[in-house]
């Protein structure tokens, strides 16, 4: 419908990719001048960094508009991944990368005078997310994107990130994380799609002119959503699909009332309170806790993506019960699942489809990911609180509830007990909505995210559900990485290497090439050129820490890393008890077994939520063992250990590259999978783990010479919590020694430490002291086979060969085929 006259002028001065570096320096001379307003006379990096970026962002959104009118046009099934959080860290190194411009930016800014390096420094990381589970949903996307798929992220657009962490005298200190200081280059605000959300009011029904019972639900708060929108680019294709994020602004209509009666301040500010809604990341990793700010953040977000997603859909007129042909609609963990009882809602009361076939529409639109069988993890809102904010909705779900305990009881006539187990509603003082529950009941399957995880749902916390709806709907899908980021962006060197040996960079996209290396594993030269970018990757990561702790470190040293978010189930306890056991052998030893003994340096990492006291003591004792042992003369080389403040992915990226032997040592059957152990293989380093998670497909994947496992498997873990609860189990010996030395003053105040060590000599529910024998042994293990160059490079590199299958882009093929029933497009 536009004339082909218009339509000349437009394709002639459309934006076009970069033919080469010089149209990348007009584009970044450009921003400087009109979009910063500068000059080459007062250019610093940070603006560099902005108009570089600037530059970048205009190409892809000409690749984000081309792929949207795509996807249109083909009008064919989309998947909406919905998360509170996507821990994207930056994004210039990734559009350049994922783009292809990665050389042309380099030497345009080198002309410029400017050093690339600097200029992605200036980034500050999106961080929005705490661990884990948010870290995964950016792999996802990039994906998503990356194999063609259409699809879109929905998400909160806060103010304030993960919180920042210091230490000050060996606590940990948070600070807000504001990082939209300085504009965003990489999102686009479309103030022009504002959606009204409501909270609290009241319901009411009435019979229509029809006779039919009509619901409605009026009369509460209203605040609007404002998205903006982030190009997700997909490497090496033209796919760029979009992350949506929420942001909560007042209504256009503030409170009349006060305004008229003269109380104009309040009213502005009463209106200003809307927007704290998207202002602040919860900080907790695994852990629940049952704030009305959180619940009102997760409808808010809830209801602004699936008005969109229905308004989409709408556009398209089609019959509702096509809904789900057309919309997928993934939910990361139980955060979103308000959109369930939110599509019945929309269908039933203001669409006018009859109950069953709303909810035959809702259920078939639905997945669900569960990522923890931790019960502290899992939600459950009070009813009271929930009936006053979303009261038209906890209707809904006791709807929901009532069909199907009918269900349940009609297939299970004679389990009175059943009932009360799965129902959505628990019984206690006050009750309680199990998210989970509801999440299962709305979802058409059910995945847990590794192979261990997946079959502990299903004996464990959903046992029921799979009594009721048959094995089938339960499955897995186990977690992947985005080779881009954390092989190319954070190892380029050895991304190289494999290149040189693969035959190309298609590995990238399709990892199973990495079997390509294979045949090197005991190659010399390539061993050699192995062991050399993974110095180069440890200097790196010394010069890091000679900044920020300021210590040289010895790059021969055998690291050590274990960097994650700080939880007793994780065992940072378990780790820093070792590295004191060996602290107090080296005092030990004579000057023949010391030049015997191999070198090590020790390196933590991670935040712990802001109110978790156990995790923030065991925090202050690794900095207080650091103190002590690196200062002490006795010991030298031998040992070193680290705190690594404010772990984020950038660190991870300088971290993970360098890391001989990183530990994921959680009790068995606690860590649902674990994606930093993938990243640390992938990057030539070795696990020393449990037999937990996603370790153990790893170990399968990699062969189990090249990795160190010890500890109790999962189907003892109950037994041994049982032993302790009821009878006297003795404390390690070892671990003993460990204890007394703290008790002494080892490592300062003992007083400090008393109620994490008795964690472990009273309950010890995470079983430290039953796993620490064979914790040591593995790490003796480690020390020996370290020295023996060959055997550990030769592992190495045949570990990376065979991580083919960890490739986020994987995990995504399988969503796509048997949860989602979705497509790839392609661009041409
Ligand atoms: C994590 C799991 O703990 C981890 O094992 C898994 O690899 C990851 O999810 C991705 O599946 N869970 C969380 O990060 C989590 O529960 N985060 C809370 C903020 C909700």
């Known amino acids: 419908s536009i004339p082909s006259e218009s339509r000349q002028v437009w394709q002639k001065f459309g934006v076009k990719e970069f033919g080469g570096k010089e149209e990348f320096q007009q584009e970044f001379i450009r921003h400087v001048e009109t979009t910063l307003a500068r000059s080459m006379y007062n250019c610093d990096d940070l603006a560099a960094y902005q108009a570089a970026s600037q530059a970048i962002r205009d190409r892809l959104i000409v690749a984000w508009n081309k792929t949207q009118q795509k996807h249109t046009t083909k009008d064919r099934k989309r998947v909406y991944y919905l998360s509170l959080e996507f821990l994207m860290g930056r994004a210039m190194d990734n559009a350049m990368l994922n783009a292809g411009i990665k050389d042309i930016t380099k030497s345009g800014v080198a002309d410029l005078g400017f050093k690339i390096e600097d200029l992605l420094e200036q980034e500050p990381d999106a961080a929005l997310g705490n661990g884990g589970l948010g870290r995964l949903a950016a792999c996802f996307i990039d994906s998503i994107a990356s194999t063609n798929y259409p699809g879109w992220g929905y998400g909160l657009r806060y103010q304030y990130g993960i919180f920042k962490q210091r230490i000050v005298d060996g606590y940990q200190v948070e600070s807000p994380d504001y990082w939209l200081t300085f504009s965003n280059p990489w999102e686009i605000p479309r103030y022009e799609i504002q959606i009204d959300i409501m909270f609290y009011g009241y319901t009411r029904k009435y019979t ?10 009026e009369g509460g708060e209203q605040v609007q959503a404002v998205a903006y929108d982030v190009p997700v680019p997909g490497y090496g294709t033209e796919t760029t699909n ?17 305004f008229n009666a003269g109380d104009y301040e309040s009213s502005v500010r009463e209106s200003q309170k ?9 900080p907790n990793d695994n852990f629940y806790s049952g704030k009305e700010l959180r619940l009102k953040q997760q409808y808010f977000w809830v209801a602004a993506s699936l008005n969109d997603i229905v308004r989409r859909f709408k556009k398209t007129h089609r019959p509702w019960k096509e809904f789900p042909d057309q919309v997928a609609i993934q939910l990361n963990d139980t955060h979103p699942t308000l959109a369930v009882v939110e599509l019945q809602r929309i269908l039933i009361d203001m669409e006018g489809v009859e109950w069953d076939a709303a909810w035959n529409i809702v259920t078939n639109t639905f997945g669900y990911t569960n990522h923890t069988v931790l019960p502290e993890a899992l939600e459950k809102w009070p009813v009271p609180l929930f009936t006053n904010l979303l009261p038209r909705h906890m209707e809904i779900i006791y709807e929901i509830n009532l069909f199907f305990l009918q269900k349940v009881e009609k297939m299970f006539p004679k389990e009175r007990d059943l009932l009360g187990r799965v129902s959505i509603i628990e019984e206690s003082s006050p009750q309680q909505v199990r998210m989970a529950y509801l999440a299962i009941i709305g979802s ?3 995945n847990g995210v590794a192979e261990l995880h997946s079959e502990l749902i299903k004996t464990t916390i959903f046992k029921d559900f799979v009594t009721i709806y048959g094995p089938d709907k339960f499955m897995n899908v186990t977690n992947g990485i985005t080779p881009r980021r954390w092989l190319h962006q954070a190892n380029p060197k050895l991304c190289d290497l494999i290149a040189s040996k693969v035959g190309s960079y298609d590995f990238l996209k399709d990892l199973n090439l990495l079997k390509k290396i294979e045949p090197f594993a005991h190659d010399p030269k390539f061993q050699d050129e192995w062991v050399t970018i993974k110095k180069f990757n440890k200097a790196r990561l010394a010069a890091h820490i000679k900044q920020s702790n300021g210590y040289d470190v010895n790059v021969n040293a055998l690291f050590d890393v274990q960097v994650k978010r700080i939880h ?14 060996r602290y107090l052998s080296i005092k030990a030893m004579t000057e023949e077994e ?12 991670g935040k712990s939520a802001p109110g978790y006291y156990m995790a923030k003591t065991i925090i202050k004792l690794i900095n207080a063992v650091s103190e002590v042992v690196n200062a002490d003369t006795d010991v030298g080389d031998l040992l070193k250990v680290f705190f690594i403040a404010d772990y984020n992915v950038s660190k991870a990226e300088i971290i993970v590259p360098a890391s001989d032997i990183s530990q994921h040592i959680s ?6 999978s674990g994606t930093s152990n993938m990243k640390f293989v992938l990057n030539g380093g070795l696990i020393l ?14 062969g189990e010479n090249n990795i160190f496992l010890f500890g109790h498997l999962a189907e003892s873990v109950e037994d041994l919590r049982h032993k302790h609860r009821f009878s006297d189990v003795p404390l390690d010996p070892n671990l003993e020694k460990v204890f007394n030395a703290i008790e002494i003053g080892t490592f300062g105040d003992p007083n400090i430490y008393v109620s994490l060590i008795s964690s472990v000599t009273g309950s010890d529910y995470y079983l430290v002291s039953d796993d620490f024998q064979s914790y040591l042994d593995a790490q003796k293990l480690v020390d020996q086979d370290f020295k023996n160059k060959d055997t550990w490079v030769s592992r190495s590199i045949t570990a990376v060969a065979n991580m083919g299958f960890f490739s986020s882009d994987r995990a995504i093929d399988e969503y796509a085929e048997s949860i989602w029933n979705i497509e790839p497009i392609a661009m041409d």
Not at 274 to 282: D, F, G, K, N
Not at 568 to 581: A, C, D, S, T
Not at 594 to 603: G, L, S, Y
Request: hydrophobic share 40%; net charge neutral; aromatic share 10%.
């Open 208 to 217: 229509n002119d029809d006779g039919k019972v009509v619901h409605v639900w």
């Open 242 to 258: 979009n992350l949506r994020l929420w942001a909560s602004k007042p209504t256009r209509e503030f409170d009349f009332e006060k």
């Open 274 to 282: 809307a927007e704290t809604i998207s202002a602040v990341l919860y």
């Open 444 to 446: 058409h399957k059910v």
């Open 568 to 581: 007793e189930y994780k065992r940072q306890q378990m780790n820093i008890f070792g590295v004191i056991h």
């Open 594 to 605: 010391k030049k015997e003994a191999t070198p090590r340096v020790c390196i933590f990492g």
């Open 667 to 672: 009790t068995a059957g606690t860590e649902a």
């Open 689 to 702: 783990g449990t037999v937990d998670g996603a370790n153990i497909e790893i170990t399968r994947e990699v």
